[in-house]
């Protein structure tokens, strides 16, 4: 019998800390998971999913004009943002309420507040205390906002869901998901937008052809994109009807742009204030829990998973990295997950997805070895409907066997269409192993498959 209330108590009832709780209880292990908020995380309750939701409602603004060309007149719409925002916290409570029920199906105790720690195997959540053989933290991170000249007048990605009045004029400080996101959402929605970044081009990182196709893309949709490059030039000032932002553009020249409503897009941070780590002696690198490979941290008995790890922050990787834990430390099967080949999406109007090398890594990596395949085509459905929308694709391989180290895709359906080619440099596959699949015609995702 053991001393402690809990074999296994679990901090923060996000993705990754529901799926590690449930797994060790599978197993028979006694569980708490604490939680201060709704349970679900930044991805169920405030990220990808209310996000995604927006996305697919941001997409019907086109039907009106795409639907001519194919013989149809559908009056442009109107669009309501109280019953959108009030439909997607609908959906958030009812999944807020399916994550309660998948808890108590699986026997973990879920225990509402934040919890803290009062000594290594002790945590407190409001004035009760518990104890527990095994401690996981899971409390994922939150927004930061840049040290700017008004920038409390700024929302962050938290306050979009639940913004009282649709902003008119909308602009977006960041060039990275969440500011590409965003922008190609509210643009959708019918908001005039401007998107303030510091690069040459958007999202940093990945590789030059998805950065300019994204972008290109974004221009068509209407989106103004200025560039700050001196990012301590911005500032916002609250005035009588609007928002003005002042900032010197790419040329150094002033520039003002009144809006309704700034969304701040810089950054996120491990949410650890309130862990009071320091009583556990648990060791912080860069505002990030340390931990090794198996996400133990330097205390043997407490993990750690997710984005207070800063490892790689999506929703599957934490997920990964708490059943890896579970199944580790509780089912007798150790392994660890590996964080390379990470397939990554970008819900950008235009639809990026990634997977593998960028070709600026490979070259890096492998020199003139490396050989590029790459096509840009209008897909079929703009041939009747019009518009400027293309598809870039893209293939990275490296040897005289073509090993595919990477593939990149922008355009519609890039996320489905990536997550299924990312098997190929998981099982070590070369551009042999695709043109040896037969393609199926007419699609976008056969091109992948016939590239020369
Ligand atoms: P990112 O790190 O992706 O991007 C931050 C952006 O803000 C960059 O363009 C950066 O510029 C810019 N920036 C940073 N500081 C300043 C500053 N002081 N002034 C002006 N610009 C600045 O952060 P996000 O907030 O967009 O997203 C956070 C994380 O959330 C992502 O890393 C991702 O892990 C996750 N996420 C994933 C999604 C998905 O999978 N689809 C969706 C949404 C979020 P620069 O490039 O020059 O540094």
Known sequence: MSDFDYDLFVIGAGSGGLAASKRAAKYGAKVAIAEGDLVGGTCVIRGCVPKKLMVYASHFSHFSHESAGYGWTIPAGTFDWAKLRDAIQTEVMRLNKLHISFLEKNNVELISGFARFVDAHTVAVGDRQFTAERILISVGGEATKPNLAGMEHAITSKEMFLLPKFPQRFAVIGGGYIGVEFAGIMRGLGAEVTQIIRDRAILRGFDDDVRNNVQEGMGHHGINLQTCIDSSTLAITKEENNLAITFNDASGKPQIVNVDAVLSATGRKPNLAPLNLENAGIKVINNAIAVREDSSTNQPHIYAIGDCTDRVNLTPVAIAEGRAFAD??????????????????????????????????????????????????????????GGEAKTMMKLIVVGEEERVLGLHMVGKEAAEIIQGMALVITMGGCKKDLDNTMAMHPTAAEEFVTLS
């Not at 990634?354 to 041939?383: C, H, I, N």
Request: charged fraction near 20%.
């Open 328 to 385: 580790t430390v509780y089912g007798h099967t150790p392994r660890f997950i590996s964080h390379t080949n990470i397939p990554s999406a970008v819900f950008s109007q235009p639809e990026a997805a990634t997977v593998g090398l960028t070709e600026e890594q490979a070259r890096e990596l492998y020199g003139d070895r490396v050989k590029v395949y790459k096509t840009k085509f209008r897909p079929m459905f703009y041939s009747l409907a």
